[in-house]
């Protein structure tokens, strides 16, 4: 056993922030009703390949959406560059993301709504944004396509952090899924197997 995890990992060539790994996480719908669609200063970031299959699920979710995104959306399109010249989801009044729609008190999105329920892109494996599915988790891109991946602390995402301890799922196992689909199986074992490594599973 390794006495101290290093703040900063290598593995398979993704820099990864030791918290990814010894932190708790699991999202609490029941209590947070889905508040990071609608809280924030930008969109989500996205890849032009992803704004391809948004685009390909419009017509799709067109009817799920507010007259005020829908507006939004005519005006300038499904994203943007934000004030860092990164393309992000488009957003009405300053916060809430275009694609957020409501079932109750519920936030949801729209894009995986339907993606849950039919497939509306031509890539199968296209439920949101990536950016989104890998939350708390965020990716950061360096020179020479260096990849670092950080956790990102959230006050509004607290009840999240309970229950992640209350159930002792770490981050990483939390989006087990999504760190898949991003940089595959293989990877996401290497990653595990670093993790049991530093033994970071805590009581």
């Known amino acids: 056993m390794v006495d101290k995890i290093p703040p900063i990992l290598d593995v398979g060539g993704i820099l990864v922030s030791s918290d ?12 947070c009703k889905g508040i990071c669609c609608v809280e924030g200063s930008d969109g989500a970031p996205v890849t032009m390949e992803e704004v391809s299959y948004i685009e390909d699920a419009l017509e799709t979710v067109w009817p799920m959406l507010s007259a005020s995104a829908q507006s939004v959306i005519d005006q300038q399109g499904v994203a943007y560059c934000d ?10 009044g300053g916060k809430d993301c275009v694609f957020t729609c409501y079932e109750g008190e519920n936030c949801l999105c729209a894009l995986e ?15 949101k944004p990536i950016s989104c599915a890998l939350y708390p988790i965020r990716e950061k891109r360096f020179s020479g396509g260096l990849v670092g991946l ?15 301890k209350a159930l002792h799922i ?21 990653l595990c197997e670093v993790a049991n490594l530093f033994d970071t599973q805590k009581d």
């Open 170 to 190: 770490p981050v990483y196992q939390f989006l087990k899924g999504p760190l898949i689909r991003r940089f595959g199986k293989e990877w996401y074992e290497e």
């Open 83 to 92: 004030k860092d010249g990164d393309l992000v989801t488009s957003i009405v």
């Open 150 to 164: 950080n956790y990102h602390r959230w006050a509004v995402c607290k009840d999240a952090v309970e229950k992640g």
């Open 113 to 127: 709504k339907v993606a849950r329920e039919k497939a509306v892109a031509n890539d199968p494996q296209f439920v």
């Open 20 to 31: 990814i790994l010894t932190e708790y996480f699991c999202c609490d719908y029941e209590k």
